[in-house]
């Protein structure tokens, strides 16, 4: 299957500052990513849709100033956690899709990262 | 929007017995079904899906069903071994602005296979 690589898998951060997430598609062009946040034991919650060349959509309740979404080649998007607090600390999984065809419905995730804000 | 439920949130089997995991959704335009297994602090890889054109779809111990009419649809594993031990969720989305919509997860199942 194709390949999406997350980075960095792991980030400790101090509160108050900002940290940016990379999900790239290794082996694929991906017209659209999906950034989900997973808490402990939890479901994966769908954050924002990002779409290349455009703006992201975000999903109600989803802070689009504190959670910025850039998605601007086809083969990389990124997640900024801004003015980061501990509340924030969780795991960010982003997901690709190699295209809008019928055929190409299976999503690829990454590695995921765990991001604890101290 | 879709909404997806998931059953049970916990399921402990012994070594060969059958599992079986179930999902409604509640978006009757949803036509895809993806089933994908999630191992401690991994990221979730699809292990099934099936579409709303086919009733059912089996990949050797695993198998897929979906009964459109009651919205539900079931993932069923035969001859269970502890490395099949992990989260599994289900997930629908639809046909939607000319590609498939995004990916509804449901809260999903802690499986664990007891040797």
């Known amino acids: 299957g194709a390949v999406v690589s997350q980075h960095p898998s792991w980030v400790i951060c101090k509160s108050g500052t900002s940290v940016k997430i990379e999900c790239r598609s290794l082996d694929f062009q991906a017209t659209t990513m999906f950034w989900y946040r997973q808490f402990p034991k939890q479901s994966l919650m769908l954050m924002a849709t990002?779409?290349?060349?455009?703006?992201?959509?975000?999903e109600q309740g989803v802070e689009k100033d504190k959670f910025l979404i850039n998605h601007a080649s086809l083969t990389l998007s990124t997640l900024t956690v801004t003015s980061a607090h501990p509340e924030d600390s969780s795991f960010y999984i982003c997901s690709a899709r190699q295209g809008a065809f019928v055929g190409n419905t299976e999503a690829f995730f990454g590695q995921g990262t765990r991001l604890t804000v101290v | 929007g879709e909404n997806v439920e998931q059953h049970p949130s916990t399921l402990s089997v012994q070594e060969g017995d059958s599992a079986v995991i179930k999902c409604t959704y509640s978006?009757?335009?949803?036509?895809?079904f993806p089933w994908y297994k999630q191992e401690l602090g991994k990221r979730p890889q699809l292990i099934i899906d099936?579409?709303?054109?086919?009733g059912e779809k089996k990949d050797q111990r695993i198998a897929v069903t979906l009964n459109k009419t009651a919205k539900h649809f079931s993932l069923h594993i035969t001859e269970t071994q502890p490395e099949d031990s992990a989260v599994y969720f289900c997930?629908?989305?639809?046909?939607?602005?000319?590609?498939?919509?995004?990916?509804?997860f449901g809260k999903g199942t802690k499986l664990s296979v007891k040797p």
């Open positions: 997930a629908a989305s639809r046909w939607y602005g000319g590609s498939q919509g995004n990916l509804i």
């Open positions: 978006d009757s335009a949803s036509n895809y």
């Open positions: 990002s779409n290349e060349g455009s703006k992201a959509t975000y």
């Open positions: 099936i579409r709303s054109n086919v």
